[in-house]
DNA sequence: CGATGCTTTGAACTATTTCAACCTTAGTGG
DNA sequence: CCACTAAGGTTGAAATAGTTCAAAGCATCG
C-alpha cells in the first residue's frame, strides 16, 4: 500500500476535476504500489510490452515516443509529475510505443487487477481515471492543431503555456518559471523538428522577449502575451471540478 | 430503445476487441436512441457545447476539427460508421473543439446518463467504452508521428491503409476499394497542408501504382507495397478479441 | 586542463505555400 | 441533348519554411 504523500500528487490531479470521497482516496492508496526509479534516457515501458501494471509518474519528466523506419524518434505525449503514463495498457493491453524516461524519474506502479477492481466497485472513481486519459487525449488533439495549422514559434509557445498549467496543478512552478530539463534535442523530437531549426524557433521566442530558458529553467516573461500568441485556450485540460 | 440494426456497427466494432453477453448487448439498445441526420458540411457538434448526449455515427464521414486564429482549419480526427464521435463529452462536459459531418451522416444518440448506468452496473462494457476512447487516442498519436517524422506521402498511404482496416470492420469495404466523398481540400485540413500539395501528394502516390483515386471511390492497388511504403501497423488498431 | 555533450551559426538544398490561372466533372435548365 | 455553371482538381512559378552538413562556441565535470 502507497504511502500518503505517494500518491498525492495524483490526487491533486485528480481532485482538480472532481471531489474524491475518503473511501475513494483509500481505493486509490491500495492501487498504487512499488515504487520505482528510473535513470534519464531509460525506458519505463517497450514497444510490444504487454505490461501487468500501469505507471504513474511521481517526479521528473517522462515520454511516450514512436521511431520510425529510418531511425527517426517522434515522441507524442509528454508528462509531468501526478500522471499516469501508461494507464491505457490496462484495457490496451499491448504497448504500441515505447516511454523513456526524460530525466531521472520516480514512479509508482498500479497493478492492473486493481484497476479493475476499481471499474467494478468505485465507478465514480473509474469515471476519474477514464477522464485523465481523456485529458491526454484532447492533448494529443491540440498537438496535431498545433503541428498542421500553427507556425512553429506559436507551437512551442503553447508547450510552455500548457506544461506550466499541469506543473502548476502539482505545484511544480515557482513564480512565473519552472524546472525544464530536456535537451533541444529532445524538444526536437516533441516538435517533429530537426535540432538545428528547433534551435532557432527557440531564439524566436527569446528574441520577442516571452521567455527566457537556460540552465534547465524556462521563465515566462509575460503570461498574457505568451498566451494570446500562442492562442493558448486551457479549456481543454479541463481543469475545473464538477460533477462527473 | 434502439432497432437492432442501429447499434449493428457499435457491435461489429466492439466485438473486435472482447465479446459481448447478452446482457450488454440489450443494455447498449437501451442506451442508444433517436436517429439523427446530418448533411455533409454541417456541424454535428459545436465547440463550447455541453451535450447531454453523445453521438455514435451509424453512417457517414465526421470529423473533430478546431479553427486557428487566422481561420485555417485542422481536423484532428476521422470518424467512419460504428465509432462514437464523442463519447468522450460524457465526462469531459465542455466540447473543446466541434465535430463536422464531412458527408451526409446518419446520428444515434446515447444519453450521458445511459452511459453512466452502465459504469455503475456493467463495469466490463464500461471498459469496452473506455477502450473505445483508448483506441481512438492511440490513432491521434499515429497522426502525429505521421505529422513530425514521416514523407507527406507516408502520411498519406497510413491514413488510408488505417480507414481500410477501420471501414473493413463494418462491412464498408469492396475488395480493395471503399467509397471515400472528401475533397481534396477536406484531405488537407486532415493532414495539415495547402490544397495544392495536398493534390502534389495524392499525384505522388497515384504514380507510384499505389492507389487509384477518383470519383470519390479510393481503390489499393497493392495492399503490401502500400503498408510497407506507409510503414503501416495495426497493432495500434487493437483488433483483436481478448478479455478486457 | 581537457573531455564531453549541448547549443549556436552559416550556407546550400529541399519541401511547402502562395497566387493565379486553367482544366474536368457532374449537375441544371432550356 | 446541349450549353452553362459551379465545384473541385491540376499546373507553373516565385516566395517562404525547414533540413542538412559542417564547424565553432559554451557550459559542466572530473
Known amino acids: 500500500m502507497a504511502d500518503t504523500d ?6 491533486l490531479n485528480l481532485e482538480q476535476r472532481d471531489r474524491l470521497s475518503d ?7 491500495m492501487a498504487i504500489t ?5 535513470a534519464a534516457q531509460e525506458d519505463i515501458v517497450t514497444e510490444g510490452d504487454r505490461p501487468l501494471t500501469s505507471s ?11 521511431i520510425t523506419g529510418d531511425g527517426q524518434r517522434q515522441l507524442t505525449s509528454l508528462h509531468v509529475a501526478g500522471e499516469f503514463i501508461d494507464l491505457h495498457a490496462f484495457l490496451v493491453k499491448t504497448m504500441d510505443h515505447g516511454i523513456i524516461a526524460l530525466s531521472p524519474c ?11 477492481t476499481i471499474t467494478e466497485s ?5 469515471r476519474l481515471l477514464w477522464l ?3 485529458v491526454q ?3 494529443s488533439r491540440q498537438w496535431i492543431v498545433a503541428m498542421g495549422r500553427r507556425s512553429r514559434a506559436a507551437h512551442l509557445a503553447q508547450i510552455i503555456c500548457e506544461l506550466y498549467m499541469r506543473l502548476q496543478i502539482v505545484n511544480r512552478v515557482e513564480g512565473g518559471s519552472f524546472h525544464f530539463p530536456l535537451s533541444q534535442t529532445q524538444m526536437a523530437d516533441i516538435m517533429g523538428l530537426s535540432t538545428v531549426h528547433m534551435n532557432r524557433v527557440i531564439q524566436e521566442l527569446r528574441a520577442a522577449g516571452f521567455v527566457t530558458w537556460s540552465r534547465e529553467r524556462i521563465t515566462i516573461l509575460d503570461w498574457g502575451r505568451l498566451q494570446r500568441f500562442a492562442e493558448f485556450d486551457p479549456a481543454y485540460l479541463n481543469i475545473r471540478s464538477e460533477p462527473r
Open 122 to 126: 468505485a465507478p465514480h472513481l473509474a
Open 34 to 38: 512499488r515504487e520505482r526509479r528510473v
Open 56 to 66: 504513474l509518474l511521481l517526479d521528473g519528466f517522462a515520454a511516450r515516443y514512436n
Open 132 to 134: 485523465d486519459t481523456l
Open 6 to 11: 505517494m500518491i498525492e500528487p495524483l490526487l
Open 137 to 139: 487525449a484532447a492533448i
Open 23 to 29: 473511501d475513494e482516496r483509500e481505493m486509490l492508496r
Open 106 to 116: 520516480r514512479i509508482a506502479m498500479a497493478d492492473h487487477s486493481a484497476l479493475k
